[in-house]
């Protein structure tokens, strides 16, 4: 694999672990007919991001294995990622108390 298509996967990683994005949303911005970049192909393949329903829409998240190559070739975006789903579940419990 190259090393931009590498670069690019976990640019797609990143761009969903920031917040809940749909499979439209991801279409449109990641989708791509050019057959030396196929992110969207290559991370589905390589199981590195899912489609789960949620409230009746598709959500394309990064499943486990995408997380760890994140963290692997990209820490400092993993650990920021982490903290806002802390901050974010922190203040789910706040609003619920």
């Known amino acids: 694999m190259t090393d931009t298509v590498e ?34 192909e290559d991370a589905t393949d390589r199981g590195l991001v ?17 997380l760890a190559l994140l963290k692997e070739k990209r820490p400092h975006s993993y650990e920021q990622q982490r903290q806002g789903e802390k901050e974010t579940r922190a203040a789910g419990a706040r609003t619920r108390n």
């Open 50 to 66: 899912e489609t789960v329903p949620a409230n009746g829409r598709s959500i394309v998240r990064a499943t486990p294995a995408g």
């Open 7 to 40: 670069n690019l996967i976990l640019d797609l990683l990143e761009w969903v672990g920031r917040k809940d994005r749909t499979y439209q949303e991801t279409m449109d911005a990641w989708r791509t007919s050019c057959p030396r970049l196929p992110v969207w």
